[in-house]
């Protein structure tokens, strides 16, 4: 694999990771770009906790309806016409959001009062093409391709997480139009919060906590192996399973069998068993309805700075649509209490999903 680091014309960085030593990256960005957005504003919300990033900036954003090649910012750029990537040719490629939530390039940022703090969303955001083919999707990726996104995703987890004030690091994939992706291309996103993201610490909270023979996660792993009717595929290293509480219709959690705290901790031999595992759930929730599946793939990593002892490396998969023409949507319970109500049942989901990995 070779990486090469390169700057498209409003400074951010672009990355290629490519399988070839000798590709050529010297293509230059010659489009004439707006100054990057600053940073947004973090502020504190006294009741829950929690930090809410404030991006003012995004509400100019403009609308690219890119459905279709000839328009995408995300292909390789040609003789007519310039894209997000320079090169005429990719095979995995990196860059910073042109409107991050969260960047190095602060503004100024003024107390607000009630109750609240105010801060700069330090940190960075970050858009991973999965491929230069415009019309495939990550179900469709080879496994040597697989292998080489997943050696992108490590290598930006462990360069974001070393920048001063990241505390987390969230690698992830939104997929389809009823998620809200207006971008048909294959691509993820990688998000470096400067704190730990809510649902982080209440999970580690909770590992924190157990009094089990093992690790929360690690238990949690062997209880659902045991009981087996919830697994829905599974090689010697990693295990995907409904899990018993399950919030969405269609939600898979896929682990890694021995304990690391992020994407850069596994092994060679881990990376390789994972491709063909997940890229065939992926293709079962596709087979599920014959419609495209709209799915949130997240990977769950331990915080930079804190309890990466009690993490657990893992990929939460779901997916909003319940059957053919419906799509769950946070309503009331949900939106306004946290309080989820799943209309299909785990064990059945699973039994859906197994029998289309097994065709
Ligand atoms: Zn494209």
Redesign the pocket.
């Known amino acids: 694999m070779k990486r090469t680091i390169t700057h498209l014309a409003d400074g951010r960085e672009l990355i290629y990771f490519d399988r070839r030593d000798d590709a050529d990256r010297s293509a230059i960005d010659r489009r004439p770009l707006e100054p990057r957005p600053v940073a947004s504003e973090l502020r504190y919300d006294p009741l829950t906790e929690e930090w809410i990033a404030v991006a003012g900036h995004r509400q100019t954003r403009t609308f690219q309806p ?1 459905g279709t ?1 000839a328009e ?4 390789p750029s040609s003789d007519t016409r310039s894209t997000e990537i320079p090169a005429y040719d990719y095979d995995v490629v990196v860059f910073e959001n042109r409107f991050p939530s969260f960047s190095g390039n602060f503004g100024t940022y003024h107390e607000v009062g009630g109750l609240s703090q105010v801060r700069p969303g330090v940190g960075r955001c970050e858009v991973v093409c999965f491929t ?1 083919e ?1 019309s495939s999707s990550f179900s469709r990726l080879s496994d040597a391709q697989v292998g080489l996104v997943m050696e992108a995703w490590a290598d930006r987890t462990a360069e974001l997480s070393g920048i001063e004030g990241v505390e987390q690091v969230f690698v992830f994939e939104n997929r389809g139009e009823e998620i809200g992706i207006t ?3 294959p691509h993820g996103q990688i998000y470096a919060y400067p704190y730990v993201t809510p649902r982080t610490r209440l999970q580690l909270g909770a590992a924190a906590r157990h009094r089990g023979p093992g690790n929360l996660f690690a238990d949690v792993l062997a209880a659902e192996r045991a009981t087996g009717t919830r697994v829905v595929a599974a090689n010697e290293l990693w295990t995907a399973f409904v899990p018993a509480a399950a919030r969405w219709p269609f939600e898979v959690h896929i682990y890694p069998h021995r304990q690391v705290p992020d994407l850069a901790a596994l092994s060679e031999a881990e990376r390789a068993a994972f491709a063909p595992l997940y890229t065939s759930v992926l293709r079962a929730f596709d087979d599920l309805f014959g419609v495209v599946m709209p799915y949130i793939s997240a990977w769950h990593q331990a915080p930079v700075r804190q309890d990466r002892e009690l993490a657990y490396l893992h990929l939460e998969l779901f997916s909003i649509r319940r059957a053919p023409g419906k799509l769950k949507y946070l309503a009331g319970s949900e939106s306004a209490m946290g309080a989820f109500v799943n209309d299909v049942l785990p064990e059945e989901a699973a039994r859906m999903l197994r029998s289309q990995v097994d065709h």
């Open positions: 890119a090649a995408c910012p995300l292909c230069s415009h971008l048909a291309h």
